[in-house]
């Protein structure tokens, strides 16, 4: 079983500034990341798919990259509406899906 | 619109069955996987289980076998997650999500029931 570990566990940043979150996978696998946000009392948003692409309405300040077993989320330049908690999220064939723990991204 | 609601919030007690719903509209109900997700008070998202509607195909999460029933009524759009005998534990927020295969993400997302168990 592929386990994903976000890290940092919180992120404390201010508006304006550039937030990168990881995700590393406990073994490589041959598929994709995606990821969501999470708001307070609210359902996940998706926001990144296939590792890099960002789903319909999503903001260009978020992308997603990946350098082998490793994930990154990045925010070039926060907006307040930004703060949240962020879950990566793997799909492989067995167990299919498993997220990350979540990163809280705060304000600083 | 695409949308997924949700049955409301539920107070149980320990020992008690439990059905919630996700009724899904604006597309293709039976083409699409829905999956449920848990998140306990103050926790992260833990995947419990998917189902086809099209044909029903359900595969559970090893953490989750055995402790939840998920079913579909495709009649009526709807997805169902089951307990049979609730317990304290069981205590957190049941979201069901859309799947994209072409994505490998959950695309959609119902609003959340909220279930609470306690004597």
């Known amino acids: 079983e592929i386990v994903l570990t976000q890290s940092p566990a919180t992120l404390s940043l201010s508006p304006g500034e550039r937030a990168t979150l990881s995700c590393r996978a406990s073994?490589?696998?041959?598929?994709?990341i995606a990821w969501y946000q999470q708001k307070p009392g609210q359902a996940p948003r998706l926001l990144i798919y296939?590792?890099?692409n960002r789903a319909p309405g999503v903001p260009a300040r978020f992308s997603g990259s990946e350098s082998g077993t490793d994930f990154t989320l990045t925010i070039s330049s926060l907006e307040p509406d930004d703060f949240a908690v962020y879950y990566c999220?793997?799909?492989?064939?067995?167990?299919?899906?498993?997220f990350g723990q979540g990163t809280r991204l705060e304000l600083k | 619109e695409v949308q997924l609601v949700q049955s409301g919030a539920e107070v149980k007690k320990p020992g008690e069955s439990l059905k919630i719903s996700c009724k899904g509209s604006g597309y293709s109900f039976t083409s699409y996987w829905i999956g449920w997700v848990r998140q306990m008070p103050g926790k992260g998202l833990e995947w419990m289980g998917i189902?086809?509607?099209?044909?029903?195909?359900?595969r559970y999460s090893p953490s989750f076998q055995g402790q939840v029933t998920i079913s579909a009524d495709k009649s009526i759009s709807t997805a169902y997650l089951q307990w049979s005998s609730l317990k304290a534990s069981d205590t957190a927020m049941y979201y069901c999500?859309?799947?994209?295969?072409?994505?490998?993400?959950?695309?959609?997302w119902g609003q959340g029931t909220m279930v609470t168990v306690s004597s």
């Open positions: 189902i086809y509607p099209g044909d029903s195909d359900t």
């Open positions: 999220q793997q799909r492989t064939n067995w167990p299919p899906y498993s």
């Open positions: 073994q490589s696998f041959s598929s994709y």
């Open positions: 296939h590792t890099s």
């Open positions: 999500a859309r799947h994209i295969g072409r994505i490998s993400a959950f695309d959609i």
